[in-house]
């Protein structure tokens, strides 16, 4: 298995709600990552799990949450979101510090 | 910190060589990837250089200068479905902002 996959695909959800994006890789790479990407903008790092340890927090709003439940499943909690915050939320995993492998990610609305 | 640089746009014919070059500025350097979108699909790994040279796989080849900063995806014998967004990224997950290659007929 050379995929990485995320669900939902698609979120709508209100300022209020509380939601979860999921992250699952089989292919035991020891890091995992979620970004941020904006049309027509590059993927915008997150954070970083190495080892399930979370190693990169780059100064992300605490309305966003990581979790890291074991090696292949990596969550992103979602809270009190912000229109602004709408966008393509990928996850991505590496066994070596290149060669991410992406998933298909899930676009995000916030209404 | 890193910042890297590439063309935001380049049009070429198919069947066509088209190069793409990327300027990196960074305080510690562990390496060039290259990564392909499509149009509401996710980024892909193309080639990764750690060392300065020339890397080929195919249509795609990916070169690295050290000393000059600099990188370049060449792509060859080009087709439609190359039409895409090429990102370079200089390691710790730096992208540069992208070189949205446009493949006419």
């Known amino acids: 298995d050379t995929e990485v996959t995320q669900t939902p695909k698609h979120l709508v959800m209100g300022m209020t709600n509380k939601k979860s994006l999921k992250c699952e890789q089989h292919m035991g790479h020891r890091a995992m990552y979620w970004y941020k990407q904006k049309a027509k903008k590059p993927p915008e790092l997150m954070f970083v799990y190495s080892y399930e340890k979370l190693s990169i927090n780059e100064s992300v709003p605490s309305r966003f949450s990581p979790e890291c439940p074991n090696s292949s499943l990596l969550n992103l909690h979602l809270h009190a979101l912000q229109p602004e915050d709408s966008a393509l939320y990928l996850c991505a995993s590496s066994q070596v510090d290149y060669g991410y492998t992406f998933g298909s990610g899930t676009r995000l609305t916030v209404v | 910190g890193q910042s890297l640089e590439q063309p935001s746009e380049v049009t070429a014919v198919e069947g066509a060589i088209v190069q793409i070059n990327c300027t990196y500025q960074?305080?510690?350097?562990?390496?060039l990837s290259w990564y392909q979108q499509h149009d509401g699909g996710a980024p892909t790994f193309l080639s990764y250089n750690a060392l300065d040279g020339l890397e080929e796989t195919g249509r795609f080849s990916s070169f690295l200068s050290r000393s000059d900063s600099y990188g370049y995806l060449l792509l060859q014998e080009l087709q439609m479905k190359d039409s895409a967004s090429y990102f370079c990224e200089a390691g710790k997950s730096t992208f540069g902002d992208g070189t949205t290659l446009t493949v006419k007929p």
């Open positions: 960074t305080s510690g350097f562990y390496g």
